[in-house]
């Protein structure tokens, strides 16, 4: 049996962030116990092969072999020398919120991803309205996905939302991107999800066709 991290390999990066993404946001949440996080985080890269279009590209296989791309050992081995690395790599970044799903606070990676989204947009009208959606989605009391921020914070962010700018989330996002590093990452780097992707990406896998 092929392991599903391999057969997700088989789709370049980028096609393989949006359906792994698009996935997550579908997945229903997991009953909470040991077993059912095992078989949720495996459903999850099954969901990314339904989601992600099949014709290949040339950077998702070997154009004499047709092996498919998967991280490299040197790759699979940078994201545990920095956060900054591991959010990087786009499949390293989708392997870290598979991981935060199963621990019921993928919110935090959410929205710091929203957050980097959101300064890249020019238009002061786009800006005002994709404020109000992170705010009413992330950081208002009722939010589905309701990150842990102090009074402070948010109340400075309702008041920079009279007139945002694409720094209106700055420190909400510098406070998120910290209990990710210090607390979710450590752990991410010690979970069974990692210690696949590693075994997989050094061809060692008992999952892998030879």
């Given at each position: 049996m092929q392991s599903t991290f391999f057969l997700a390999l088989q789709h370049n990066s980028s096609q393989m962030e949006i359906?792994?993404?698009?996935?997550?946001?579908?997945?229903?949440?997991?009953?909470?116990?040991?077993?059912?996080?095992?078989?949720?985080?495996?459903?999850?890269?099954?969901?990314i092969l339904q989601c992600t279009p099949s014709p290949h590209t040339a950077t998702d296989t070997h154009p004499l072999t047709n092996k498919a791309y998967r991280p490299t050992s040197d790759e699979v081995n940078q994201w545990a020398q920095s956060f900054d690395k591991l959010l990087?790599?786009?499949?390293?970044?989708?392997?870290?919120?598979?991981?935060?799903?199963?621990?019921?606070?993928?919110?935090?990676?959410?929205?710091?991803?929203?957050c980097e989204e959101?300064?890249?947009?020019?238009?002061?009208?786009?800006?005002?309205?994709?404020?109000?959606?992170?705010?009413?989605?992330?950081?208002?009391?009722?939010?589905?996905?309701?990150?842990?921020?102090?009074?402070?914070?948010?109340?400075?962010?309702?008041?920079?939302?009279?007139?945002?700018?694409?720094?209106?989330?700055?420190?909400?996002?510098?406070?998120?991107?910290?209990?990710?590093?210090?607390?979710?990452y450590p752990r991410f780097l010690l979970s069974e999800i990692y210690q696949e992707i590693c075994t997989i990406s050094q061809g060692k896998s008992k999952y892998l066709k030879t």
């Open positions: 359906a792994c993404f698009s996935c997550l946001d579908t997945a229903e949440t997991p009953v909470k116990n040991k077993k059912s996080r095992h078989k949720d985080w495996r459903a999850l890269f099954n969901n990087a790599h786009k499949y390293g970044q989708a392997a870290f919120r598979i991981f935060l799903k199963s621990e019921y606070c993928e919110e935090n990676i959410e929205f710091w991803l929203a959101f300064k890249k947009i020019m238009s002061p009208v786009k800006l005002a309205s994709k404020a109000k959606k992170i705010h009413k989605k992330f950081i208002w009391n009722e939010a589905p996905k309701e990150i842990n921020l102090d009074y402070q914070t948010k109340e400075d962010i309702a008041q920079n939302l009279q007139q945002p700018t694409a720094t209106c989330f700055n420190a909400a996002q510098k406070k998120v991107y910290s209990l990710m590093e210090n607390n979710s």
